[in-house]
T-cell receptor, first 111, second 115 residues
Framework: EAQVTQNPRYLITVTGKKLTVTCSQN?????MSWYRQDPGLGLRQIYY???????DKGDVPEGYKVSRKEKRNFPLILESPSPNQTSLYFC??????????FGPGTRLTVL | DQQVKQNSPSLSVQEGRISILNCDYT??????FLWYKKYPAEGPTFLIS?????DKNEDGRFTVFLNKSAKHLSLHIVPSQPGDSAVYFC??????????????FGQGTTLQVKP
C-alpha cells in the first residue's frame, strides 16, 4: 500500500529535550516536506527536500532541522524544543506531476 | 501575509443540499490549485485540483471553479452527505520552475453536513 508513515503519532516532551520525528514514504517520491498545522493558520511548510541531500527552508524553519540521506526517509529534528513548537506535524511527499500525499500526523506537546 | 485565505471557518449544510466552500488568493503566480479534505486524527487527503488555465473541473459530486480575475476559487459538493463532514483546505502551488512541491494552504473550513 502506498503511504507516508510518521512516528511517533503522539509525543509529550519538555523544553530543551532533543527529539526526532521520523517520516518514511514507499512511493519513491523525490519531493518530501514537513508542515505544521496550527489553529487559524492552516498548514505551513517547515522544510522541504527535492531529493537526496537537497533540502531547503520553508516558511517557518526556525527551531527545526532536517536531513535527507535516503530517498524514502525525511526526519524532522527539534534540537531544543520550546512550547511554541507545540503543534500538529505532517510529513508529505510527491513525485513531479502528482498531488501531495500526507502522513497521518504527529501531535507534539512541549511543556 | 496570508496568500491563500478561507474566510469562513465553518459551514453547516443539510444532507442532500449543496455545500459551497470558498477560497481567495493574492499571488497571481499560483498556477495550480487543490482542495484537501481532513478527518480528525488523519492527514489531509487530496480531493480535487484545477490548473490555472481552466475555470472548472468536475469529479463526481465535487466541482471546483476558478475565477482568475477575482483570484477566487470555490468547491461545490452536490449533493452533500454526512460523510463529507470534515475540514477542507484550499491550497495553491507556486510555479513549476525549481519545483519544490510546496503548497500554500488556507486556514481551513470545517464543513458539517447534518442528516
Amino acid at each position: 500500500e502506498a503511504q507516508v508513515t510518521q512516528n511517533p503519532r503522539y509525543l509529550i516532551t519538555v523544553t530543551g529535550k532533543k527529539l526526532t520525528v521520523t517520516c518514511s514514504q514507499n512511493m519513491n517520491h523525490e519531493y518530501m516536506s514537513w508542515y505544521r498545522q496550527d489553529p487559524g493558520l492552516g498548514l505551513r511548510q517547515i522544510y522541504y527536500s527535492m531529493n537526496v541531500e537537497v533540502t531547503d527552508k520553508g516558511d517557518v524553519p526556525e527551531g527545526y532541522k532536517v536531513s535527507r540521506k535516503e530517498k524514502r526517509n525525511f526526519p524532522l529534528i527539534l534540537e531544543s524544543p520550546s512550547p511554541n513548537q507545540t503543534s500538529l506535524y505532517f510529513c508529505a511527499s510527491r513525485r513531479e506531476g502528482t498531488s501531495v500525499y500526507f502522513g497521518p500526523g504527529t501531535r507534539l506537546t512541549v511543556l | 501575509d496570508q496568500q491563500v485565505k478561507q474566510n469562513s471557518p465553518s459551514l453547516s449544510v443539510q444532507e442532500g443540499r449543496i455545500s459551497i466552500l470558498n477560497c481567495d488568493y493574492t499571488n497571481s503566480m499560483f498556477d495550480y490549485f487543490l482542495w484537501y479534505k481532513k478527518y480528525p486524527a488523519e492527514g489531509p487527503t487530496f480531493l480535487i485540483s484545477i490548473s490555472s488555465i481552466k475555470d472548472k473541473n468536475e469529479d463526481g459530486r465535487f466541482t471546483v471553479f476558478l475565477n482568475k480575475s477575482a483570484k477566487h476559487l470555490s468547491l461545490h459538493i452536490v449533493p452533500s452527505q454526512p460523510g463529507d463532514s470534515a475540514v477542507y483546505f484550499c491550497a495553491a502551488h507556486r510555479g513549476s520552475s525549481g519545483n519544490t512541491g510546496k503548497l500554500i494552504f488556507g486556514q481551513g473550513t470545517t464543513l458539517q453536513v447534518k442528516p
